[in-house]
């Protein structure tokens, strides 16, 4: 078999890391985009359109990131639209990310009492204005700490993406201990990886929270 | 040349289809009330001053909720044998599933702990209630309600996360589904009939927990 | 906002009947189109060594990848590599995101029903290994024996053909998952290819596998969509001539670490 020196092993995860942290930043942005329309709509006075939000939300929460990146890349290429893998997993990891960012915010916006509500509407703003000056100034105050939380999630849901095509951090440990048979140095050094950049995230979505419960 | 659905090419799997969507669902079940047992635990070991438990349920809950879940399961199945404790694919997947759920269950339920009132317990305290029938009575029944929907959604999230199980030859729905498409080769319409299995088991365990909500505290409101 | 989602409802219709419509993703025919674009695109493994696996630099090699170089060769075109695992291989086929997968594919009537198969490019030498002590000679001694083995590999659909029905077979998604049930105690027994088998051996671990017995040497093909008449032809008369000439026998070598068997 192959000579895989232990630097080697560091090396390569090292690079399969930057598709991780690419791909994560991806979603997460393209997520929070996504997720900010669709709370809009869950949160609408239209009964369709939060029926319609709903079902989008029941869906991606509903079924693998697997799955969905599966059918994504694969299904449009059956319906004549040869998208390339990052444009694929781009979608995909947004679309997922979006149903999870917005019924997180949906909890945090409910929060929001109702007479702020009541308040901004005897004032005569639109559904549009409320939200833009009223609640979600409010809402995302509590929203912070939980949506740092979830970009953890986001982070260890990109390894998923190796089924159309992307070498991220667990895939190539994948790679490197089919071609070592060393699978625990291996999948150590991918956990710690995964550690090293989770972790911080978390610290952060922690000390945010106190911070607001304090302020509270 | 064109694509040709074929689902009638899935029709001799319906067994094997149907014993995957058995084992997710068992794999969930023992997860979801072991992980959610040992949460309760967790959250009450965090919410008092114990100088060992504490900090070392806290690094307990911050590993596993840093690290991905297949190599959490990887080191349970692949890992514990060198230390002489062989599990089985079914005792490893459902352990792996209890102790990742057992931490994210732990952070939950402590946020709902946290949030009942100070002046509560001692309210409690006043009537003289010993400490466990605080914790269960003032400020874990009321902390689970409040928080119940965010534990049920990690408990789907936690029965989707089953799917990598089948890397350890579990043979849960994705197996299944895996285990088709090698033998048939049509991945899509094996993917498409599992991805709409693995949909109606998460509507319907998120029907069923919050039908156990309101069993387990809408009564309670009132008496 | 209503037209938008009328809109977006009727796109959605759109793209649902799409889906139930055969669709016609080649309409070119795929040898013009490989020689136009001066690109071979290859499905290869990187998880399953000696056929694909990746060296310290993360590039596939292995003997599918010589494989793909050498119908490359003879096309006259470049090769483009593109690594896949066994969920995925046949997809990147049947969307037209790849023109041949060389990913140690092994036949059986159902798959021959959704892509054709050149003729066979390697001999595959399987066995079941297991370690010192434990006397098996033959497929019928596995009964109430855990066997692990890749799940789709050839030596799975071939074990799977011969296991009696007691015997406990424990299917893994690579090659590293059977090799560390193997390893950890999970399986008695790994049903695998000799290289592979050596290769652990090698390694010196606790627990050897040795070989127990072969199973069926059944060979690999080259996957292609079906329909692609003059493709197929092309790569079967690309064979032939490596057969004849020797190259394949030295592919053979390099990775199998054996001469092509004189039978095949």
């Known amino acids: ?216 | 040349m064109a694509y040709q659905f074929d689902f009638s090419s899935l029709s001799g799997y319906g067994d094997l289809l149907a014993k995957g969507a058995g084992l997710t669902v068992s794999l969930t079940v023992v997860g979801g009330l072991a992980g959610v047992a040992i949460g309760i635990a967790g959250a009450w070991a965090r919410s008092r001053p114990v100088p060992v438990l504490a900090p070392v349920v806290a690094a307990y809950v911050e590993v596993i909720r840093n690290t991905p879940f297949l190599v959490q399961l990887f080191f349970l199945f692949f890992g514990l044998p060198a230390l002489g404790i062989k599990l089985g694919e079914f005792q490893a997947a459902a352990l792996a599933m209890v102790v990742n759920l057992g931490a994210y269950s732990t952070e939950i339920i402590r946020a709902g702990v946290q949030s009942i009132p100070r002046g509560q317990i001692e309210a409690a305290m006043s009537l003289a209630m010993t400490p466990l029938q605080i914790f269960r009575h003032v400020v874990l029944i009321p902390a689970l309600k409040k928080i119940w929907p965010a534990l049920s959604s990690q408990v789907v999230i936690v029965m989707l996360g089953s799917s990598v199980c089948s890397q350890i030859a579990a043979e849960e729905l994705t197996f299944a589904a895996n285990f088709i498409q090698s033998r048939n080769f049509r991945a899509f319409e094996v993917y498409f009939v599992v991805t709409a299995l693995y949909l109606a088991l998460s509507i319907l365990l998120r029907w069923l927990l919050s039908r156990l909500g309101q069993a387990l505290f809408e009564r309670r409101r009132h008496g | 906002m209503k037209t938008m989602l009328n809109s977006a409802l009727k796109s959605a219709v759109v793209a649902l009947s799409l889906l139930c419509l055969p669709v016609v993703a080649h309409a070119q025919d795929a040898l013009e189109s490989i020689t136009k674009a001066g690109v071979l695109k290859v499905a290869v493994p990187q998880d399953f060594p000696p056929f694909g696996s990746v060296g310290p630099d993360m590039k596939p090699r292995g003997y599918d990848i010589d494989m793909a170089e050498l119908i490359a060769k003879g096309l006259g075109v470049k090769t483009e590599l593109v690594p896949v695992t066994s969920a995925n291989r046949i997809p990147y086929l049947t969307t037209g995101k790849v023109d041949l997968v060389i990913s140690s594919l092994g036949k059986n009537p159902d798959r021959e029903k959704v892509i054709d198969f050149s003729l066979p490019y390697a001999p595959f030498y399987n066995g079941v290994f297991g370690p010192e002590g434990l006397s098996i000679s033959g497929p019928e001694q596995l009964a109430g024996k855990v066997v692990g083995v890749t799940r789709g590999s050839i030596e799975d659909l071939e074990l799977t053909k011969v296991a009696p029905a007691t015997a406990d077979v424990k299917r893994y998604e690579d090659n590293n998952g059977t090799i560390s049930a193997f390893l950890s105690g999970q399986v008695e027994l790994v049903a695998t290819g000799n290289v592979v088998a050596a290769a652990i051996l090698e390694k010196n671990p606790p627990k050897k596998p040795l070989l127990k017995f072969l199973i069926k040497n059944s060979p690999n093909y080259v996957g292609i969509n079906k329909g692609e008449t003059a493709l197929t032809e092309k790569v079967n008369a690309i064979i032939t001539a490596a057969r004849a000439d020797g190259s394949l026998d030295a592919i053979s070598k390099t990775w199998l670490g054996a001469p092509l068997p004189a039978s095949f």
């Open chain 1, 1 to 216: 078999m192959v000579e895989f020196a232990f630097s080697d092993i560091v090396w390569n995860l090292l690079l399969a890391l930057r598709w991780t942290a690419l791909l994560s930043v991806v979603a997460f942005i393209g997520g929070g985009a996504v997720g900010l329309l669709v709370l809009l709509a869950r949160l609408s006075s239209r009964r369709w359109l939060r029926r319609l939000t709903r079902g989008y939300i029941e869906v991606f929460q509903g079924t693998p990131l697997l799955m969905q990146l599966f059918l994504t890349f694969f299904g449009l290429s059956l319906v004549g639209l040869d998208v390339p893998a990052w444009l694929a997993a781009g979608l995909a990891l947004t679309l997922f990310t979006s149903a999870f960012l917005a019924e997180i915010w949906r909890g945090c916006v409910e929060a929001v009492p109702r007479g702020q509500w009541e308040a901004s509407s005897s004032l005569a703003l639109t559904y549009l204005e409320q939200m833009r000056w009223v609640i979600l100034p409010q809402a995302l105050r509590l929203a912070v700490a939980p949506t740092i939380g979830f970009s953890v999630q986001v982070v260890k849901g990109t390894a998923v993406t190796s089924i159309i095509g992307f070498v991220e951090l667990t895939k190539a440990g994948t790679m490197i201990t089919n071609a070592t048979f060393q699978p625990f140095l291996v999948y150590g050094l991918v956990a710690l990886f995964y550690f090293l950049l989770c972790f911080p995230l978390s610290l952060c979505a922690k000390s945010l929270e106190r911070k607001f419960h304090a302020a509270r």
